[in-house]
């Protein structure tokens, strides 16, 4: 029998740091009124999906949004397992910066970004400038992100994906989406721009091979 293992891939409600426009790793903050609406809405458009599992970054932005994703599509029930592999990256030092400081800061330290597309074709370079110019020695390499992303769904095939069809709803962050975008579809990084609160993208495995769509129309 040919299994296949569809991920949904959910970037968290918008937050507290987020409606003020700050850099948000590692820090955390609650979702707001209208990230919790995001969240409900995620959930009645997935309704018709019944997960067998749900995995979510530790950081309670997270957490929350796959609460209420369960909620709003009537499958409370579900337990939501935490991964801190999950987690966004960590800015250290730029934690909770201003997003226009910490963007020109990675600019700057790049030798100057024109656009979305080229700092995504260049999530690498990125990665390295953040950890590089840390100073709290919180950031990890690129290298750390990928290898701990990866091994979450690496991870779900061997645990959830034997049997058939399964899905799997997995609630992350932006940055977090870009790597996964970079480890299993890097071609279609240049066109992907900012991932927006409450996207969601779907990962299918199937064959042995990862296939990334981005932002599907749920």
């Not at 029998?1 to 507290?16: D, E, K, N």
């Not at 919180?138 to 290298?143: D, L, S, V, W, Y």
Request: hydrophobic share 45%; charged share 20%.
């Amino acid at each position: 029998m040919t299994s296949m293992v569809r991920f949904y891939i959910a970037r968290h409600g918008q937050t507290l740091l987020n409606s003020l426009d700050r850099a948000q790793g590692w820090a955390d903050s609650p979702l707001t009124e209208a990230g919790k609406q995001m969240a409900a809405d995620i959930g009645q458009k997935l309704k018709g999906i019944d997960f067998d599992a749900v995995y979510t970054s530790d950081m309670l932005r997270a957490v929350q949004t796959a609460e209420m994703i369960l909620e709003a599509g009537g499958k409370g029930g579900v337990p939501i397992e935490k991964d801190a592999r999950l987690r966004e990256w960590c800015l250290g030092c730029m934690e909770a910066e201003n997003n226009a400081v910490f963007i020109k800061n990675v600019s700057d330290w790049l030798g100057g970004i024109a656009s979305f597309a080229e700092l995504n074709q260049r999530l690498p370079d990125v990665a390295a400038a953040i950890y590089e110019h840390d100073t709290t020695g919180m950031a990890e390499p690129f290298q750390t992100i990928e290898s701990r992303l990866k091994s979450v769904f690496a991870d779900a095939v061997q645990k959830d994906g034997m049997q058939g069809s399964t899905d799997i709803l997995i609630v992350t962050h932006a940055f977090a989406i870009k790597t996964i975008f970079h480890l299993f579809a890097p071609e279609q990084l240049s066109g992907l721009g900012k991932v927006k609160n409450a996207s969601v993208s779907r990962l299918i495995f199937e064959n042995g091979i990862f296939s990334l769509e981005p932002d599907i129309q749920l």
